[in-house]
Each structure stands twice: as structure tokens, then as C-alpha cells.
């Protein structure tokens, strides 16, 4: 069974970075995915990236990168602006079945 945990938030000025580590176990044994969503107070949750593209409101800002054991996913985010602000999720699912397992999240405040 695999099980998600993320590290790496916090609070940062706008143009700021942080990296975002989401850690998985079990995830060596069955085909997951892994991806990285985001919610802010008031709207709906966002996919923002997985290790091969980003979500258009990150493009060129966030970029994710899956270790060499593929049980990791690091965010890259640079250039933080004021709306990045949310919880940080990360989310594991058997590819191409959706996402079903979630990690308890990471908050990122970016604020001057």
C-alpha cells in the first residue's frame, strides 16, 4: 500500500523559492503516478505538475522532478507570486486510474 508524505513549505516574500518533497512508500512495488495539487482558501483544488509537465498558471515558474527510484517527486517553484499561496498537496494513484492516495499537505504562504 502505498502512503504519501510532503516537506518543504513555508513562508516566503513574493519572487522567492521553495521546494516542495513529496516521499512515498510502497510506491517501488505497483505501477503509481505521482502528482502535485494545490488549494487555496475559497477555491477548488488545481492540479499543478507531475514530473513530465505543468499546469499554465506555474508554466516556466514550477517544474517537477521524479527521482531516480521513482518514489519521490520534488516542485521546483520559483518566482512565487502572492497567488501560489495554498496548501501544497501531493497525490499518488495507479497511472491512467486517477489519484487516490494523499498526503496530509504542505502549506506555502508567499507574502511580503
Known amino acids: 500500500q502505498v502512503q504519501v508524505a510532503e516537506s518543504g513549505g513555508g513562508s516566503v516574500q513574493p519572487g522567492g523559492s521553495l521546494t516542495l518533497s513529496c516521499r512515498t512508500s510502497g510506491y517501488t512495488y505497483v505501477n503509481y503516478c505521482l502528482a502535485w495539487f494545490r488549494q487555496a482558501p475559497g477555491k477548488e483544488r488545481e492540479w499543478v505538475a507531475n514530473?513530465?509537465e505543468s499546469a499554465e498558471a506555474v508554466q516556466g515558474r514550477f517544474t517537477g522532478s521524479l527521482g531516480d527510484a521513482k518514489n519521490t517527486l520534488a516542485l521546483q517553484m520559483n518566482s512565487l507570486k502572492p497567488e501560489d499561496t495554498a496548501m501544497y498537496f501531493c497525490?499518488?494513484?495507479?497511472?491512467?486510474?486517477?489519484?487516490?492516495?494523499w498526503g496530509q499537505g504542505t502549506q506555502v504562504t508567499v507574502s511580503s
Open positions: 514530473e513530465d
Open positions: 497525490a499518488a494513484g495507479r497511472c491512467g486510474d486517477g489519484y487516490t492516495i
